[in-house]
Protein backbone atom coordinates (compact mmCIF):
# COMPACT_ATOMS: atom_id res chain seq x y z
CA UNK A 1 0.00 0.00 0.00
CA UNK A 2 1.24 3.46 -1.13
CA UNK A 3 -0.62 6.20 0.64
CA UNK A 4 -0.67 9.96 0.98
CA UNK A 5 -2.11 11.69 3.83
CA UNK A 6 -3.41 15.39 3.46
CA UNK A 7 -5.30 17.85 5.53
CA UNK A 8 -4.56 21.05 7.32
CA UNK A 9 -2.71 21.46 10.27
CA UNK A 10 -4.37 19.58 13.36
CA UNK A 11 -6.34 17.72 10.87
CA UNK A 12 -4.85 14.13 12.85
CA UNK A 13 -3.00 13.26 10.05
CA UNK A 14 -0.04 12.41 12.72
CA UNK A 15 -2.42 10.16 15.07
CA UNK A 16 -4.65 8.47 11.99
CA UNK A 17 -0.98 7.60 10.50
CA UNK A 18 -0.09 5.96 13.17
CA UNK A 19 -3.34 3.71 13.07
CA UNK A 20 -2.90 3.14 9.59
CA UNK A 21 0.66 2.61 9.21
CA UNK A 22 0.51 -0.57 12.09
CA UNK A 23 -2.83 -1.50 9.93
CA UNK A 24 -0.87 -1.77 6.75
CA UNK A 25 2.80 -2.55 8.24
CA UNK A 26 3.69 0.03 6.31
CA UNK A 27 6.58 3.42 7.38
CA UNK A 28 4.74 5.92 8.58
CA UNK A 29 6.90 9.10 6.97
CA UNK A 30 5.96 12.55 8.16
CA UNK A 31 8.71 14.87 6.71
CA UNK A 32 7.85 17.17 9.84
CA UNK A 33 9.20 14.77 11.94
CA UNK A 34 11.77 14.17 10.37
CA UNK A 35 12.68 17.97 10.82
CA UNK A 36 11.67 18.03 13.98
CA UNK A 37 14.36 15.26 14.50
CA UNK A 38 17.38 17.09 12.52
CA UNK A 39 16.25 20.37 14.79
CA UNK A 40 16.52 17.97 18.31
CA UNK A 41 20.00 16.75 16.68
CA UNK A 42 21.21 20.35 15.85
CA UNK A 43 22.14 18.87 12.44
CA UNK A 44 22.66 21.65 9.78
CA UNK A 45 19.36 20.70 8.16
CA UNK A 46 17.42 20.91 11.22
CA UNK A 47 18.93 24.61 12.00
CA UNK A 48 17.66 25.66 7.99
CA UNK A 49 14.61 24.08 8.81
CA UNK A 50 13.76 25.43 12.38
CA UNK A 51 13.79 29.09 10.78
CA UNK A 52 10.79 28.02 8.59
CA UNK A 53 9.02 25.90 10.66
CA UNK A 54 8.95 28.66 13.77
CA UNK A 55 7.04 30.77 11.44
CA UNK A 56 4.31 28.25 10.03
CA UNK A 57 6.35 28.49 6.60
CA UNK A 58 6.96 25.54 3.94
CA UNK A 59 10.79 25.15 3.87
CA UNK A 60 12.29 25.22 1.01
CA UNK A 61 11.31 22.37 -2.18
CA UNK A 62 14.83 21.44 -3.10
CA UNK A 63 15.77 20.71 1.00
CA UNK A 64 12.31 18.87 1.57
CA UNK A 65 12.23 17.48 -1.86
CA UNK A 66 15.90 15.67 -1.54
CA UNK A 67 14.99 14.28 2.71
CA UNK A 68 11.91 12.83 0.78
CA UNK A 69 13.77 10.89 -2.10
CA UNK A 70 16.24 9.84 0.24
CA UNK A 71 13.94 8.41 2.69
CA UNK A 72 11.66 6.29 -0.13
CA UNK A 73 15.45 4.61 -0.50
CA UNK A 74 15.11 2.80 2.94
CA UNK A 75 14.14 -0.57 3.01
CA UNK A 76 11.37 -0.01 4.95
CA UNK A 77 10.12 1.80 2.55
CA UNK A 78 10.08 -0.72 -0.58
CA UNK A 79 6.95 -2.63 -0.17
CA UNK A 80 4.60 0.23 0.69
CA UNK A 81 4.43 3.64 2.68
CA UNK A 82 2.24 6.37 4.71
CA UNK A 83 3.55 10.02 3.64
CA UNK A 84 2.02 12.64 6.12
CA UNK A 85 2.65 15.92 5.54
CA UNK A 86 4.18 15.44 2.09
CA UNK A 87 3.98 16.33 -0.77
CA UNK A 88 2.90 20.22 0.31
CA UNK A 89 2.59 21.88 -2.91
CA UNK A 90 2.38 21.46 -6.62
CA UNK A 91 5.81 21.62 -7.07
CA UNK A 92 6.21 18.30 -4.65
CA UNK A 93 3.29 16.37 -5.63
CA UNK A 94 4.68 17.11 -9.68
CA UNK A 95 8.26 15.61 -7.95
CA UNK A 96 7.04 12.98 -6.04
CA UNK A 97 5.56 11.71 -9.31
CA UNK A 98 9.20 11.58 -10.82
CA UNK A 99 10.53 10.23 -8.14
CA UNK A 100 7.63 7.15 -8.36
CA UNK A 101 7.72 6.77 -12.31
CA UNK A 102 11.76 6.41 -11.78
CA UNK A 103 11.49 3.53 -9.56
CA UNK A 104 8.29 2.29 -11.56
CA UNK A 105 5.48 2.37 -8.63
CA UNK A 106 2.57 4.14 -8.14
CA UNK A 107 0.70 5.38 -5.65
CA UNK A 108 -2.90 3.72 -4.40
CA UNK A 109 -5.06 6.56 -2.85
CA UNK A 110 -4.47 9.95 -0.87
CA UNK A 111 -6.87 9.98 1.82
CA UNK A 112 -7.42 13.55 2.44
CA UNK A 113 -8.65 14.45 6.44
CA UNK A 114 -11.71 16.84 5.86
CA UNK A 115 -11.90 19.15 9.29
CA UNK A 116 -13.41 22.98 10.13
CA UNK A 117 -11.14 25.22 10.99
CA UNK A 118 -12.95 25.85 14.70
CA UNK A 119 -11.73 22.46 15.38
CA UNK A 120 -8.63 23.09 14.40
CA UNK A 121 -7.64 25.49 16.80
CA UNK A 122 -9.25 23.74 19.72
CA UNK A 123 -6.93 20.43 18.85
CA UNK A 124 -3.48 22.34 18.09
CA UNK A 125 -3.52 25.03 20.96
CA UNK A 126 -4.23 21.61 23.31
CA UNK A 127 -1.57 19.52 21.34
CA UNK A 128 1.04 18.27 23.56
CA UNK A 129 4.61 16.78 22.02
CA UNK A 130 6.70 14.13 24.39
CA UNK A 131 10.80 16.12 24.07
CA UNK A 132 11.59 12.02 23.92
CA UNK A 133 9.30 10.21 21.93
CA UNK A 134 7.90 12.73 20.02
CA UNK A 135 4.44 10.73 20.94
CA UNK A 136 1.39 13.73 20.40
CA UNK A 137 -1.40 13.77 23.61
CA UNK A 138 -3.86 16.00 24.28
CA UNK A 139 -4.51 18.23 27.25
CA UNK A 140 -8.16 17.40 26.96
CA UNK A 141 -8.76 14.95 23.90
CA UNK A 142 -5.95 12.75 24.28
CA UNK A 143 -4.92 13.81 28.15
CA UNK A 144 -1.74 11.76 29.07
CA UNK A 145 -2.31 9.94 33.08
CA UNK A 146 0.01 12.41 34.62
CA UNK A 147 -0.37 16.04 33.32
CA UNK A 148 2.74 17.12 31.34
CA UNK A 149 4.45 13.34 31.06
CA UNK A 150 4.40 11.15 28.56
CA UNK A 151 2.27 7.94 28.71
CA UNK A 152 4.88 6.14 26.59
CA UNK A 153 8.01 6.95 28.11
CA UNK A 154 7.52 8.99 31.10
CA UNK A 155 9.19 12.27 29.66
CA UNK A 156 8.43 15.76 29.63
CA UNK A 157 5.74 17.04 27.36
CA UNK A 158 5.88 20.34 25.48
CA UNK A 159 4.06 22.74 23.34
CA UNK A 160 5.56 22.96 20.23
CA UNK A 161 6.64 26.72 19.00
CA UNK A 162 4.65 26.51 15.49
CA UNK A 163 1.52 25.63 17.86
CA UNK A 164 1.31 29.05 19.08
CA UNK A 165 -1.94 31.01 18.19
CA UNK A 166 -0.10 33.13 15.80
CA UNK A 167 1.95 31.18 13.83
CA UNK A 168 -1.40 28.84 13.83
CA UNK A 169 -2.44 31.25 11.66
CA UNK A 170 0.21 31.47 9.47
CA UNK A 171 0.27 27.75 8.81
CA UNK A 172 -3.74 27.43 8.06
CA UNK A 173 -3.25 30.36 5.55
CA UNK A 174 0.32 28.75 3.86
CA UNK A 175 -2.27 25.51 3.99
CA UNK A 176 -4.97 27.15 1.60
CA UNK A 177 -3.05 28.95 -0.63
CA UNK A 178 0.26 26.32 -1.44
CA UNK A 179 -1.48 22.64 -0.20
CA UNK A 180 -4.89 23.05 -0.73
CA UNK A 181 -4.17 22.68 -4.74
CA UNK A 182 -2.67 19.30 -4.40
CA UNK A 183 -6.38 17.96 -3.68
CA UNK A 184 -7.75 18.72 -6.92
CA UNK A 185 -4.04 18.00 -8.36
CA UNK A 186 -4.96 14.61 -6.86
CA UNK A 187 -8.73 14.26 -7.39
CA UNK A 188 -8.12 14.57 -11.17
CA UNK A 189 -5.67 11.54 -11.01
CA UNK A 190 -8.29 9.54 -9.52
CA UNK A 191 -6.26 9.51 -6.42
CA UNK A 192 -8.77 11.09 -4.18
CA UNK A 193 -10.70 9.84 -1.06
CA UNK A 194 -12.23 12.71 1.38
CA UNK A 195 -12.69 11.20 5.03
CA UNK A 196 -14.27 13.11 8.03
CA UNK A 197 -11.47 13.79 10.43
CA UNK A 198 -14.22 14.89 12.88
CA UNK A 199 -14.85 12.47 15.82
CA UNK A 200 -13.73 9.30 17.37
CA UNK A 201 -9.64 8.33 16.43
CA UNK A 202 -10.61 4.85 15.74
CA UNK A 203 -13.97 5.27 14.40
CA UNK A 204 -11.82 7.54 11.84
CA UNK A 205 -9.47 5.26 11.49
CA UNK A 206 -12.17 3.00 10.39
CA UNK A 207 -14.00 5.05 7.76
CA UNK A 208 -10.09 5.49 5.91
CA UNK A 209 -9.93 1.64 6.12
CA UNK A 210 -13.20 1.06 4.77
CA UNK A 211 -12.29 3.56 1.83
CA UNK A 212 -9.24 1.99 1.15
CA UNK A 213 -11.20 -1.86 0.30
P1 LIG B 1 3.96 18.93 10.23
O1 LIG B 1 4.65 18.33 11.38
O2 LIG B 1 3.66 18.07 9.05
O3 LIG B 1 2.66 19.64 10.78
P2 LIG B 1 1.20 19.85 10.15
O4 LIG B 1 0.92 19.35 8.80
O5 LIG B 1 0.98 21.31 10.34
O6 LIG B 1 0.39 18.91 10.96
P3 LIG B 1 0.33 18.73 12.49
O7 LIG B 1 1.45 17.86 12.95
O8 LIG B 1 0.21 20.08 13.18
O9 LIG B 1 -1.09 18.07 12.69
P4 LIG B 1 -1.63 16.64 12.34
O10 LIG B 1 -2.59 16.74 11.21
O11 LIG B 1 -0.52 15.63 12.22
O12 LIG B 1 -2.48 16.38 13.66
P5 LIG B 1 -2.18 15.46 14.94
O13 LIG B 1 -2.44 14.04 14.62
O14 LIG B 1 -0.86 15.80 15.55
O15 LIG B 1 4.78 20.17 9.68
C1 LIG B 1 5.31 21.15 10.54
C2 LIG B 1 6.16 22.13 9.73
O16 LIG B 1 7.25 21.41 9.11
C3 LIG B 1 5.45 22.83 8.57
O17 LIG B 1 4.74 23.98 9.00
C4 LIG B 1 6.65 23.16 7.68
O18 LIG B 1 7.36 24.28 8.19
C5 LIG B 1 7.54 21.94 7.83
N1 LIG B 1 7.22 20.91 6.81
C6 LIG B 1 6.74 19.64 7.03
N2 LIG B 1 6.57 18.99 5.89
C7 LIG B 1 6.95 19.86 4.90
C8 LIG B 1 6.96 19.78 3.48
N3 LIG B 1 6.54 18.67 2.84
N4 LIG B 1 7.39 20.86 2.79
C9 LIG B 1 7.82 21.97 3.41
N5 LIG B 1 7.81 22.14 4.75
C10 LIG B 1 7.37 21.08 5.49
O19 LIG B 1 -3.36 15.96 15.89
C11 LIG B 1 -3.38 17.29 16.43
C12 LIG B 1 -3.94 17.24 17.88
O20 LIG B 1 -5.31 16.82 17.83
C13 LIG B 1 -3.21 16.23 18.79
O21 LIG B 1 -3.11 16.79 20.08
C14 LIG B 1 -4.13 14.99 18.79
O22 LIG B 1 -4.04 14.29 20.02
C15 LIG B 1 -5.51 15.63 18.59
N6 LIG B 1 -6.42 14.77 17.81
C16 LIG B 1 -6.11 14.03 16.71
N7 LIG B 1 -7.21 13.39 16.24
C17 LIG B 1 -8.22 13.75 17.05
C18 LIG B 1 -9.63 13.44 17.09
N8 LIG B 1 -10.19 12.62 16.18
N9 LIG B 1 -10.39 14.02 18.06
C19 LIG B 1 -9.83 14.84 18.99
N10 LIG B 1 -8.51 15.17 19.00
C20 LIG B 1 -7.72 14.65 18.05
Redesign the pocket.
Known amino acids: MRLI ?1 V ?12 NLAAHYAIPHI ?7 LNIKGETELGKL ?1 KT ?10 S ?2 NAM ?1 EDRLTHSDAQSGFLL ?6 VG ?1 AEFLAEVLVKRSITLDAVLE ?1 SIPNE ?2 I ?3 S ?4 CRNCGA ?7 KPKVDGVCDNCASELYQ ?1 Q ?2 KVE ?1 VAN ?1 LK ?2 SEQ ?1 EPIIEFYRNLGLLKVIN ?5 S ?2 SASAIAALK
Request: aromatic letters at 6%; hydrophobic letters at 35%; charged letters at 25%.
Open positions: LGPPGAGKGTQAVSTGDIFRAYMDAGNLVPDVTLDGYPRNQLEIKRLGRRISSHVIFDRDDVRVYTAVGDVEI
